[in-house]
């Protein structure tokens, strides 16, 4: 290559993701240069069989001085920053290439695309995305300065390129990554010594205000958003986020009112902010404002998706606008038009697989025959390599149990039956009445924490089918000692269960008016006995309700007989309720009603 780089990083315990973000880069980069800040883990050594060049620094609770360090050891031409828990996307590696291969320009700092995923799992649809500034050239000053959320420094002769098509996805903002670290913690404390030492300080207080906003402490994140927004100037690269996060912000917290103002604002500042007229959709949907709501939507897939220097959430000006558009006119009962959103949705992105459970419920709503359903379902995911387990479960969701297990039988011939895979079925063959195959069911590792559910299945197959001694066993298998609360409490409700169909004498389960696990177990029986007729087993088990002390129990038990179809019956419940507790809700009212 003509060009040859030097990969500098900084890092501190990432075992997890180094050997990734390394072998992502390996064949790419010339040199790799690795700064430890105190590692206690095996990180040096995963750096080592990479060929880094490793050098320690004393943290000195200033990731730029960190960050200065490893840009001082570097001997290449360009040097490409990357952080631990990163990696190159797997599709940018060849257009990396062939912009190594280019004439670069020494007067450009070249900005790639960071997607970072969050909250509990790796989701391709569930992303932030920011631009952050990755390639330049080697020894010209440029530098990182800031205690914390560090900004590369260069001179005033540079441009910023963007390199759109190189992605970095980052994997330090799922949950598992924040609290194994305790990153707000630590990024807290550096932010308000910051403060401290500068109270107007406008880009520490909206620092701040995000580590606030990840711990979900919006009061605390406003106070601080508020005040970086008293200096605001929109040319200042972060002003179009604070905008949009106090907008957010407020609008999680239903200060519609607030909410919009500051989305009006940012709109005047920043037109084409495809995000803001998203979130803008978002608060008419929550004020029952369809008409609105469509026209912000419309206006997302006018503009798509936002410039690369504005862009920060994935998919709100094609899919995720296709999507809500579907979520309204469903909602206005107008399934024609919801539909063609949803496809649209799908075909966009074929791991969105939150369009197709609606794509489901209108087919069945139009009354398509299953073999139809199965071949459209089939077809508008035949891109996506989890589609077997996708359409199982969305067969499940409509309640077509039978079919749910063509799929899954698919999946276990192919060598894929996951855990969830595993309790999908066995929720599938109760449902089904295959109570002997249910009971026969293995595949589920007793260390596992949804083991209990999985077995209760068994249990009440055991007991449907008179095989009292089997259930007994079942329940006489399970190790409380070791388990959690919840999952004991799952045993309890079926243990009891079991007394009551044996006619021994069954204990109270619960005494807690406010306690609403064991209604929600108990109710889970009493819907697999309604969905397979078992209305003599249903006289027995409803016998279970006496055992707890919710006082919601006559009003939950009118809702599922009602949704079962027991329309009369639901609505009975649901009057008993109103008049013995004086206890409704709303979707109660409205079965009344309709």
Known sequence: MSNEVSLCMIVKDE??????????????VDEIIVVDTGSSDNTVSIAKSYNAKVYHHKWNNSFSEARNESLKYATKDWILILDA?????HESIDIFK???????NEDFIYFFETLSYYGDSIDKSSMTINLNPRLFKNNQGTHYEGEIHNQLIYSESKSGVICRDIKIYHYGYLNKSIFSKNKELRNITLLEEQIKKNPNNSFAHFNLGTEYARLADSEKALRHYYKSY???????????LLIFRIAFECYKIKDYETSLKFIN????????FTELYFLKALAYKDKNMPTKQIRELEKCVELGEAPPQYRCILGVGDFKAYYELGNVYLKLRDYDTAYNYYEKAIKLKPDFVSSIYPLGFILKNKITPIDEMKKILEELLKNYSKSNEVIADLFYSQRFYKTALEYIAKCEQIGILTEEMSILKAKCLVRAGEFEECIN?????????????????KILSSILTNNYEKALSLINSFNTEASSDYNNKLI??????????????????????????????ILEIIEI??????????KVAVNLLTLISNKATLLELGKLYYDQGFIDLGRKEILRSIKEFEIYDKVGLDMLLN
């Open 230 to 240: 008293e200096n605001f100037d929109p040319k200042n690269g972060y002003s179009y």
């Open 265 to 272: 604002i940012g709109i005047e500042h920043y037109p084409k």
């Open 85 to 89: 828990d990163e990696e190159l996307s």
């Open 15 to 28: 075992e997890e993701y180094l050997a990734t973000c390394l072998e992502s880069v390996n064949n790419i």
């Open 98 to 104: 062939r912009l190594l291969e280019s004439s670069l």
């Open 441 to 457: 069911m293995d595949g589920m590792s007793e260390e596992s924490n949804s083991y209990a559910y999985f077995l209760v299945h």
């Open 492 to 521: 309890g409700v079926y243990t009891q269960c079991l007394n009551i169909f044996k006619d021994e004498e069954a204990s109270e389960i619960s005494n807690d008016e406010k306690e609403t696990e064991s209604l929600k177990i």
């Open 529 to 538: 006995l309604l969905i397979n007729d078992k209305f003599e087993e249903l």
